[in-house]
């Protein structure tokens, strides 16, 4: 299984990024999440968002609410990530990860995903 992320780059503040992450080497079952989270310097993974596989279900964090949106494509196995408003609290590496068989409840947990991508720098300007 490989995740490839992409998309992240320097914005000022109230910007927008939109990030991609393309799944290869494996077929969706009916369960499982693909999730965003991101790491700053010296801070453990923190969790954004996550879209169920199954019913198109999508869970954010607070802090990203009403400004981030997950999306999918299924036809590529391709998860999007559109960031708006962006503010310098939302610099950090962002990943992509994928638990092919995730229940609704473990969405926000990123040690329940197998699967990672590289990972992709968003820096945001004040």
């Known amino acids: 299984v490989q995740l490839q992320a992409s998309g992240g780059g320097l914005v000022q503040a109230g910007g927008s990024l939109r990030l991609s992450c393309a799944a290869s080497?494996?077929?969706?079952?009916?369960?499982?999440?693909m999730g965003w989270f991101r790491q700053s310097s010296g801070k453990e993974h923190e969790f954004v968002a996550a879209i169920r596989w199954n019913s198109y279900s999508t869970i954010y964090a607070d802090s990203v609410k009403g400004r981030f949106t997950i999306s999918r494509e299924n036809a590529k196995n391709t998860v999007f990530l559109q960031m708006n408003s962006l503010n310098p609290e939302d610099t950090a590496v962002y990943y992509c990860?994928?638990?092919?068989?995730?229940?609704?409840?473990?969405?926000?947990?990123?040690?329940?995903?197998?699967?990672w991508g590289q990972g992709t720098q968003v820096t945001v300007s004040s």
């Open positions: 990860a994928l638990n092919p068989r995730g229940i609704l409840s473990t969405v926000r947990q990123p040690d329940k995903y197998p699967y």
């Open positions: 080497g494996l077929t969706f079952s009916r369960s499982g999440n």
